[in-house]
Nanobody, 123 residues
Framework: QVQLVESGGGLVQAGGSLRLSCAAS???????MGWFRQVPGKEREFVAA????????HYADSVKGRFTISKDNAKNTGYLQMNSLKPEDTAVYYC?????????????????WGQGTQVTVSS
């Protein structure tokens, strides 16, 4: 079992930056992590994913070049650095985890989820 707690969301102006954190606890060895986001009335959307090793990442086209996924194994914490934010990035952001070696880009791949953190980008 893995428990995840996100933090770092908030209100930011367009063009600004935020860093989301995802603290993992429990059996955290061998986990791959991902970030998703969701707005009311829409399905949860893939944002970024990282393989267990940390050396292989994948991004949605909408965030490529602006967002960076990373992790600190010593702290059991994953991060999503978000730069050049746009109003359309406004959503609840969720981190997710699963046991596995690769990166995974669909929500069905992840059994463990955090509670979500709100990100609001004003124009």
């Amino acid at each position: 079992q893995v428990q995840l707690v996100e933090s770092g969301g908030g209100l930011v102006q367009a063009g600004g930056s935020l860093r989301l954190s995802c603290a993992a606890s429990g059996r955290t060895f061998s986990i791959a992590m991902g970030w998703f986001r969701q707005v009311p009335g829409k399905e949860r959307e893939f944002v970024a994913a990282m393989a267990r090793s940390g050396g292989n990442t994948h991004y949605a086209d909408s965030v490529k070049g602006r967002f960076t996924i990373s992790k600190d194994n010593a702290k059991n914490t994953g991060y999503l650095q978000m730069n050049s934010l746009k109003p359309e990035d406004t959503a609840v952001y969720y981190c997710a985890a699963r046991y596995g070696t690769d990166w995974y880009s669909t929500s069905y791949d992840y059994p463990y989820w955090g509670q979500g953190t709100q990100v609001t980008v004003s124009s």
